[in-house]
């Protein structure tokens, strides 16, 4: 490859190493006071990432780049797609962005404690005018939405992605209907007490379990669980703790940490080059989602698991059989809290997410009108009534950072995971049983050959049918969901 081409190519991921990083700080130990200084200093760093994308020079080297080798032909593809988008986003808007999501994150952290929207509206308005500048920019063929699906779910279109929601909603309702009818698992904990502390220590030995390299990564705290990945010898995670069940800070550390190992899983090689990261966050999800709920919520999991959680917590979990804990951790019920969801209930979290977001986008949704919306949604697909923003249109931290056509990434993520998962099934010899043994590793060198080390040589989806056979589908899913749920409730799905 051309050597200044090359040198280019890392200089822009190591800007996006250290603008990963600053942001990852705003969210763990940044001073509260620091978030004015951080919002210049995001906006700083992410001008000059776009003035160094669309250089001139670097369009004349991407058009003569002299590769050799399929890897340099594919960093060179990545490449020549992200500065194609970026010339059209003037510098003053990759700055405004920048500030404004900075600003918008620490609006949301007020609002939240303020629990109103009110609080947050302004710095929500001000977003979505920009993403609907940035995305008329870029270009689209009548949806501005699908200008940011690109973003993060490159091919995805309104007109495949809608059907797909739709097709999903349709079937989940009357399973979570079935489901709810069914007897309730035992509330195995309340009135107890989880000591917050012990919580961390319990969530860190099932990092090292999963195989995640804490000498090349970390985990901290956050309002929000994220995975921030520098480069593959520096991965971020956090999670979050609530002393009245341990379950969001187990099931938080375990979706979080499927992420970090594809980041801490990219070729060594490939690290500062276009090709260490995965082709869509789509395909990014359906690791965290398949360690979250594939692994993380299975009986032989737990066979292995669940009495090292009750040695961590004896008094409260003693004299709680397995299969009773098993019932309370695949527990489906509609709930307010879509971090917090079960699998069955999850993705209509994302319907009425991507609903909102497409009428915000399409100018059709106003702010003001936002929360109001979202209530009235939720209502309608989960039967629920908001009381408070926090369990309503404040529980998210995507709209602050600007991230709109992110959330259809978490369905697609759980789709590709089923499909992944049926296929590591056949392909692992007695997989179940290393799961209760507390072997998880085999499933993480599975996934590192399958997927992680293939960075982004390939697009999801061609990976995915590489990888299953198969493109995206709702089948693996849905039957997954019938098999498991119909066992462990005693109803037919």
Same mark, same amino acid.
Do not use: C
């Given at each position: 490859?051309?050597?200044?081409?090359?040198?280019?190519?890392?200089?822009?991921?190591?800007?996006?190493?250290?603008?990963?990083?600053?942001?990852?700080?705003?969210?763990?130990?940044?001073?509260?006071?620091?978030?004015?200084?951080?919002?210049?200093?995001?906006?700083?760093?992410?001008?000059?990432?776009?003035?160094?994308?669309?250089?001139?020079?670097?369009?004349?080297?991407?058009?003569?780049?002299?590769?050799?080798?399929?890897?340099?032909?594919?960093?060179?593809?990545?490449?020549?797609?992200? @500065?194609?988008?970026? *010339?059209?986003?003037?510098?003053?808007?990759?700055?405004?962005?920048?500030?404004?999501?900075?600003?918008?994150?620490?609006?949301?952290?007020?609002?939240?404690?303020?629990?109103?929207?009110?609080?947050?509206?302004?710095?929500?308005?001000?977003?979505?005018?920009?993403?609907?500048?940035?995305?008329?920019?870029?270009?689209?063929?009548?949806?501005?939405?699908?200008?940011?699906?690109?973003?993060?779910?490159?091919?995805?279109?309104?007109?495949?992605?809608?059907?797909?929601?739709?097709?999903?909603?349709?079937?989940?309702?009357?399973?979570?209907?079935?489901?709810?009818?069914?007897?309730?698992?035992?509330?195995?904990?309340?009135?107890?007490?989880?000591?917050?502390?012990?919580?961390?220590?319990?969530?860190?030995?099932?990092?090292?379990?999963?195989?995640?390299?804490?000498?090349?990564?970390?985990?901290?705290?956050?309002?929000?669980?994220?995975?921030?990945?520098?480069?593959?010898?520096?991965?971020?995670?956090?999670?979050?703790?609530?002393?009245?069940?341990?379950?969001?800070?187990?099931?938080?550390?375990?979706?979080?940490?499927?992420?970090?190992?594809?980041?801490?899983?990219?070729?060594?090689?490939?690290?500062?080059?276009?090709?260490?990261?995965?082709?869509?966050?789509?395909?990014?999800?359906?690791?965290?989602?398949?360690?979250?709920?594939?692994?993380?919520?299975?009986?032989?999991?737990?066979?292995?698991?669940?009495?090292?959680?009750?040695?961590?917590?004896?008094?409260?979990?003693?004299?709680?059989?397995?299969?009773?804990?098993?019932?309370?951790?695949?527990?489906?019920?509609?709930?307010?809290?879509? *971090?917090?969801?079960?699998?069955?209930?999850?993705?209509?979290?994302? *319907?009425?997410?991507?609903?909102?977001?497409?009428?915000? *986008?399409?100018?059709?949704?106003?702010?003001?009108?936002?929360?109001?919306?979202?209530?009235?949604?939720?209502?309608?697909?989960?039967?629920?009534?908001?009381?408070?923003?926090?369990?309503?249109?404040?529980?998210?931290?995507?709209?602050?950072?600007?991230?709109?056509?992110?959330?259809?990434?978490?369905?697609?993520?759980?789709?590709?995971?089923?499909?992944?998962?049926?296929?590591?099934?056949?392909?692992?010899?007695?997989?179940?049983?290393?799961?209760?043994?507390?072997?998880?590793?085999? #499933? @993480?060198?599975?996934?590192?050959?399958?997927?992680?080390?293939?960075?982004?040589?390939?697009?999801?989806?061609?990976?995915?049918?590489?990888?299953?056979?198969?493109?995206?589908?709702? #089948?693996?899913?849905?039957?997954?969901?019938?098999?498991?749920?119909?066992?462990?409730?005693?109803?037919?799905?």
């Amino acid at each position: 490859m051309h050597p200044p081409l090359f040198a280019r190519m890392q200089e822009l991921r190591d800007l996006t190493a250290v603008i990963g990083l600053a942001s990852w700080d705003q969210e763990t130990y940044l001073p509260r006071k620091g978030d004015v200084a951080r919002a210049a200093q995001l906006a700083t760093l992410q001008g000059l990432y776009h003035e160094r994308l669309v250089d001139p020079r670097l369009g004349e080297w991407l058009d003569s780049p002299h590769t050799t080798g399929d890897d340099e032909v594919a960093m060179v593809r990545v490449l020549k797609k992200e @500065r194609l988008r970026a *010339v059209k986003i003037p510098g003053a808007l990759v700055k405004a962005l920048a500030e404004a999501q900075s600003k918008a994150l620490s609006g949301w952290r007020a609002a939240r404690d303020a629990q109103s929207f009110a609080v947050f509206r302004p710095f929500l308005e001000r977003l979505v005018a920009l993403r609907q500048e940035q995305a008329d920019a870029w270009g689209h063929e009548g949806e501005r939405y699908d200008a940011l699906l690109e973003g993060f779910e490159p091919g995805m279109r309104v007109k495949r992605l809608l059907p797909v929601l739709e097709d999903l909603a349709q079937r989940l309702t009357p399973m979570v209907g079935k489901l709810e009818a069914a007897p309730k698992p035992r509330d195995i904990f309340a009135g107890k007490r989880f000591e917050v502390d012990q919580q961390w220590a319990f969530t860190m030995g099932l990092l090292e379990a999963m195989g995640f390299d804490l000498e090349a990564g970390r985990q901290d705290r956050s309002t929000h669980p994220f995975t921030s990945g520098a480069h593959p010898s520096d991965v971020r995670l956090t999670t979050r703790l609530f002393p009245e069940s341990p379950l969001s800070a187990i099931f938080g550390t375990i979706h979080e940490g499927g992420h970090g190992l594809y980041e801490q899983g990219f070729p060594p090689e490939l690290a500062r080059t276009t090709l260490a990261q995965a082709p869509s966050m789509g395909l990014h999800e359906s690791q965290s989602r398949l360690w979250e709920n594939l692994v993380g919520r299975s009986a032989p999991f737990w066979t292995y698991f669940y009495p090292k959680l009750q040695a961590t917590f004896s008094a409260q979990l003693g004299g709680v059989p397995l299969a009773d804990f098993l019932r309370a951790t695949n527990k489906v019920e509609r709930s307010f809290i879509r *971090v917090e969801a079960d699998e069955v209930t999850y993705n209509l979290h994302i *319907v009425l997410r991507t609903e909102l977001e497409l009428g915000l *986008v399409r100018g059709e949704l106003q702010v003001k009108d936002l929360e109001a919306a979202w209530n009235e949604k939720t209502k309608a697909l989960l039967g629920l009534t908001v009381t408070a923003p926090t369990h309503g249109v404040l529980q998210d931290i995507h709209w602050a950072w600007g991230e709109f056509g992110y959330f259809p990434t978490y369905t697609l993520g759980n789709l590709y995971a089923a499909s992944l998962w049926k296929r590591a099934l056949g392909d692992i010899t007695g997989l179940d049983a290393h799961l209760a043994r507390g072997d998880l590793l085999p #499933v @993480r060198n599975w996934l590192r050959e399958k997927i992680h080390r293939q960075g982004y040589r390939h697009e999801a989806e061609a990976l995915i049918r590489a990888v299953t056979g198969q493109g995206l589908t709702d #089948v693996d899913f849905v039957e997954a969901l019938r098999s498991k749920y119909s066992a462990l409730y005693g109803v037919a799905l």
